[in-house]
């Protein structure tokens, strides 16, 4: 977001075509607070960030579950994003 690296990270599982990264793979000055949950039948509730980057705002970019069920215990203590967060592979030129 706006040129700023959120995570990085080369052990990322991807879940229903979403990549998710460590949570110690993220930049926690990014991560705002957010009221935001929804809930998956088969992976549970999840649990939203805003990004902040150079004082722009990502509403709700960034989810991850903190209590996932047993079926997604492959995504517990990891986050991704969406809303225009771009993921690029690992050696990746910035475009």
């Known amino acids: 977001m706006n040129g700023a690296v959120i995570?990085?990270?080369?052990?990322?599982?991807?879940v229903e075509g979403n990549s998710y990264f460590p949570m110690d793979a993220v930049d926690?000055?990014?991560?705002?607070d957010s009221d935001m949950y929804s809930v998956c039948?088969?992976?549970?509730?999840?649990?939203y960030?805003?990004?902040?980057?150079?004082?722009?705002?990502?509403?709700d970019a960034a989810w991850f579950y903190p209590e996932p069920k047993q079926r997604?215990?492959?995504?517990?203590?990891?986050?991704a994003f969406w809303r225009g967060v771009t993921?690029?592979?690992?050696?990746?030129?910035p475009q």
């Open 41 to 47: 039948p088969w992976k549970g509730k999840a649990s």
């Open 87 to 93: 993921i690029e592979p690992s050696g990746a030129a």
């Open 7 to 14: 995570a990085e990270s080369e052990d990322v599982v991807v």
């Open 49 to 59: 960030r805003t990004l902040e980057v150079n004082g722009q705002q990502n509403t």
């Open 72 to 79: 997604a215990l492959p995504i517990k203590n990891r986050v």
């Open 28 to 32: 926690q000055r990014y991560f705002k």
